[in-house]
């Protein structure tokens, strides 16, 4: 479980600077905000990881709560407000 936590913080990570580079791409206007959303999140896969190393079960049922909550919102709510600026550089 903590290789999967680590390949999550990772490709967490690899994701969300990928969206970030496109950001700074398109100087898409809500990068900042949007950039301190995926900070915490980072931050706080980060502490799901030190919290592990204690609690195991404990931390595992909450990281994946805290996952499926926070992408399917993620994706539903911040991620849909650059859609019309990705869409004006050609991204569908
Ligand atoms: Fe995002």
């Known amino acids: 479980m903590e290789h999967i936590i680590k390949e999550l913080a990772n490709y967490g990570q690899y994701h969300l600077a990928n969206e970030e580079k496109y950001f ?48 399917i919102g993620h994706i539903n709510n911040i991620d849909k407000r650059y859609t019309k600026t990705f869409n004006e550089h050609g991204f569908y």
């Open 24 to 71: 700074d791409k398109f100087d898409y206007v809500e990068a900042d905000a949007h950039k301190a959303i995926h900070k915490k999140y980072i931050e706080k896969i980060s502490d799901f990881q030190e919290k592990f190393k204690t609690s195991k079960i404990k931390t595992t049922f909450e990281l994946v709560d805290f996952l499926e909550d926070w992408w």
